[in-house]
């Protein structure tokens, strides 16, 4: 029975353990997948057995993990190894978590003292990421140390609570398994070996590297080098990553050729003479990013070389999502060279604000510079916002010195300049320039002491620009060989859109002029406004072409209209009692209205009247008319009339300025008694009215009167009394005693006399007497030649009129 009893029970454990082995799959399935997917592991596909030596060998396992797919073949297990023959990892994006903002935590691996060793003979990573699948190899030499080879060469040591070991990585590898369209990856090479240890938290990386970028664009090689040590930490929780860089050594390296990039212009062969072609990259000792925000202490870029460049840029912080919008850091730049004494920026950016201060200082300005100078001195500040995407805010100051500077055959001495820019939120823009000038010069003129400010405004928003200008000008002389003005002084008021339209008030050595203009494209139409003002500010002109002129008294103004681009004008002009003074000549109250044109270089002036009330040259002459013009820039004087002597003179015509002439002097009516009594002293005394013509000769700037005449209209009557030299000639030659007795008191019946003037001022007179001496009652007939010199007569006529005498002294002691 007991037999029977174990027969029985050996058949169920038989029986038993043949189905356990049968259905093996799913009671394992039913046993292993829960406790699995308590870890968040999904088992998919098991399939072992058991052989003859009581290994157990799997032909496939699959497994996933958050996405993540793991597929095992090939596995033999027993109380010593695991062998892989291979296995495929699947790395997928990982799916959206409640737990991705759990805290990473510190590692505490339950690591048993005793188990078997695993080797995996070909690990295959698949990923979109990369350009082709990863294959490795993993060996347990030793009990949670392992090897890997393939496409990786590593090393690792797993403890209870870090992972550490070290790796060996290269351009190539990269190359072949990055998935990038990026081409400039083709010019990157570098290989490190790095240490690596990992606590649960925070990943740790440390060692050697040496990268080359060597990269060619168009003629240009660029080859930038570095070596060293580079350290790196991430930290999981707070996903700060920190890179050490300042053991590492940066170079950048430029061939020649690369200067041909610069684009061909008349400062491309400046520009490329400082552009240094050899640079060091000095990194800081940490770089962090965490959380996308980046934040570098330091960076420090410096030539090799005489061309002395050194850019630091310090305190950088930016968030990697957002660059320009969160970018703060601070910008230095020192720059000197052999053509360029020194170059100074600083700036502070703060996202799309910046702020900061410049200097520049050259000896000369370069070649390609459409000018020369030296002692140049540029500096000034700056404070801008939303300058990306924008229009910017903000201010830019500018301040320019020059010891001297030569540019469109202009020279300037000491020229200082300030410039500021500014613009607020409501894009209203302004302008202010402020420049002095010691000296300058164009050409033959040269001015002094300048100085000078402009305003500009303008809202910058839609629609069409217009800005309204301001400007003050002064300068204290401009000096010609031919003019000198002073005290120029100019406010300009204006309008800029699609034209300028500007109007501008001036006084030029006190002389006022109100000029408009409109300038544009087409045309640059102008008028010039001379408002009614005295004559005297125009003695500082005269004097410098004719300085025994002044103007005494009077009035002028005028309007003139043209265009400058056509080079044509027209004008009116006035003068009102105005009254000049030539050395001892003076002429009072002339009036004329005139009006004219100028165009292509020909002045023109219509046929204009004028008067002169009196004219006081030792004979005071009244009442002058006649008539005046120019036609193509010559002035023709004719028709002038005028009082003299009690009687009446004419002139037909006198041209200004032509050399050979002659003009045609008529008197009427003139008193013999005003004539004679020219010397009051001569004791001779006569009546009766004159007539003449005088033709004056103007040759060369000489003046002469030949074949004139003089002669009587009517009777008239001579008396000598107490004339020195008419008794001298009766005592001394009594024999003509009875004949020129006659003539001390005769009744003039003809009188008829040549007059001839020679340039020296000696006159002839040949004269021709008829008459009847009642008291002899005898009739007269003498002939008589007379030389004087005129010139010295009215000399002293002129120095004897009380009237000159006291207007010379009032202007000429004022110096007006």
Not at 187 to 201: E, K, P, R, V, Y
Not at 216 to 239: D, H, I, M, P, W
Not at 244 to 258: A, M, R, V
Not at 307 to 317: P, S
């Amino acid at each position: 029975m007991f037999k029977r009893i174990g027969l029985i029970v050996g058949a169920v454990l038989l029986s038993t353990l043949l189905l356990g082995y049968v259905f093996r799959l799913p009671l394992l399935q039913w046993v292993i997948a829960p406790e699995l997917e308590k870890a968040g592991v999904t088992l998919n596909c098991l399939d072992f057995s058991i052989t003859s030596s009581l290994n157990i060998h799997a032909d496939r396992v699959c497994l996933n993990y958050q996405n993540q797919q793991l597929q095992l073949t090939g596995i033999t297990a027993n109380t010593k190894r695991v062998d892989i023959e291979n296995a495929v990892l699947t790395v997928n994006p990982l799916p959206e978590s409640d737990n991705a903002n759990q805290l990473a935590k510190n590692l505490d691996l339950a690591l048993p003292l005793n188990r078997p060793l695993i080797n995996i003979k070909q690990l295959v990573v698949k990923s979109d990421e990369l350009n082709k699948p990863l294959k490795i190899s993993i060996l347990e030499p030793e009990l949670n140390k392992f090897n890997v080879s393939g496409d990786i060469n590593a090393s690792a040591i797993l403890t209870a609570n870090k992972v550490s070991g070290q790796f060996e990585i290269n351009d190539t590898f990269l190359k072949q398994v990055i998935n990038t369209k990026n081409t400039l990856i083709a010019d990157f090479n570098f290989n490190t070996q790095q240490a690596f240890s990992f606590d649960g938290i925070e990943l740790e990386l440390n060692g050697d590297i040496r990268s080359q970028f060597a990269h060619t664009y168009e003629q240009c090689k660029v080859n930038v080098l570095t070596t060293g040590k580079l350290a790196t930490r991430f930290n999981l929780n707070s996903q700060a990553l920190i890179f050490n860089t300042d053991l590492l050594n940066n170079k950048i390296n430029l061939t020649p050729s690369c200067t041909e990039l610069i684009p061909p212009s008349e400062y491309a062969g400046f520009i490329s003479k400082q552009v240094p072609l050899n640079w060091q990259l000095k990194l800081p000792q940490s770089i962090s990013l965490e959380a996308s925000e980046l934040s570098v202490p330091v960076i420090n870029l410096v030539s090799v070389g005489d061309k002395q460049f050194d850019i630091l840029i310090t305190d950088t912080t930016l968030n990697i999502k957002s660059p320009l919008e969160y970018l703060h850091t601070t910008l230095s730049a020192q720059i000197n060279t052999p053509n360029i004494n020194n170059i100074s920026v600083n700036a502070q950016l703060a996202g799309t604000a910046i702020k900061g201060d410049y200097v520049v200082m050259l000896e000369s300005l370069p070649e390609f510079a459409p000018a020369t100078a030296n002692g140049l001195s540029l500096s000034g500040h700056f404070n801008i916002s939303e300058f990306i995407d924008s229009k910017p805010i903000g201010l830019i100051n500018a301040k320019l010195t020059l010891n001297n500077v030569d540019a469109f055959d202009i020279s300037a001495v000491q020229y200082q300049g300030d410039l500021t820019a500014k613009m607020d939120k409501q894009l209203n823009a302004e302008v202010a320039l402020t420049q002095q000038l010691k000296s300058a010069e164009y050409k033959e003129f040269k001015a002094t002491d300048i100085s000078n400010t402009l305003t500009a405004n303008a809202n910058l928003g839609v629609g069409e620009l217009f800005a309204d200008l301001t400007a003050k000008t002064n300068i204290k002389a401009v000096n010609s060989p031919d003019i000198k003005l002073n005290n120029i002084k100019v406010e300009s008021t204006g309008l800029q859109s699609r034209a300028l339209k500007a109007t501008h008030h001036a006084f030029i050595n006190d002389v006022e002029l109100v000029i408009n203009h409109h300038m544009s494209s087409q045309a640059h139409p102008f008028e010039v406004i001379i408002p009614e003002q005295s004559t005297l500010p125009l003695n500082a002109f005269i004097r410098q072409f004719e300085p025994l002129a002044q103007l005494t008294k009077g009035e002028f103004n005028g309007y003139i209209s043209g265009d400058v681009n056509l080079q044509s004008a027209s004008f009116n002009m006035g003068i009102s009692h105005a009254s000049a003074l030539y050395n001892d000549y003076l002429a009072s109250d002339l009036n004329s209205v005139f009006s004219g044109e100028y165009n292509s270089g020909e002045l023109n002036v219509k046929p204009t009247t004028f008067n002169l009330n009196e004219f006081r040259a030792g004979a005071v002459v009244k009442a002058i008319e006649g008539q005046w013009q120019v036609n193509n820039n010559t002035a023709l004087i004719n028709d002038v009339k005028g009082s003299v002597f009690g009687g009446e003179f004419s002139l037909d015509s006198y041209t200004v300025g032509k050399p050979n002439q002659v003009a045609n002097v008529k008197f009427e009516n003139i008193d013999a008694s005003k004539l004679v009594t020219l010397d009051d002293k001569s004791g001779i005394v006569l009546t009766g009215r004159l007539a003449g013509s005088l033709p004056v000769h103007f040759d060369s700037g000489k003046i002469e009167i030949i074949d004139g005449s003089l002669f009587s209209q009517g009777t008239g009557n001579l008396k000598i009394t107490n004339n020195a030299a008419f008794d001298s000639v009766m005592q001394q030659q009594q024999e003509l005693q009875p004949v020129l007795g006659l003539l001390t008191n005769l009744d003039i019946q003809k009188l008829n006399s040549s007059v001839a003037l020679k340039n020296d001022g000696w006159l002839k007179l040949g004269v021709n007497l008829q008459g009847y001496n009642k008291a002899e009652q005898q009739q007269v007939n003498f002939n008589y030649n007379h030389e004087e010199n005129v010139f010295t007569l009215l000399r002293a006529l002129r120095l004897s009129d009380e009237i000159t005498q006291k207007v010379e002294q009032q202007y000429s002691q004022k110096g007006n």
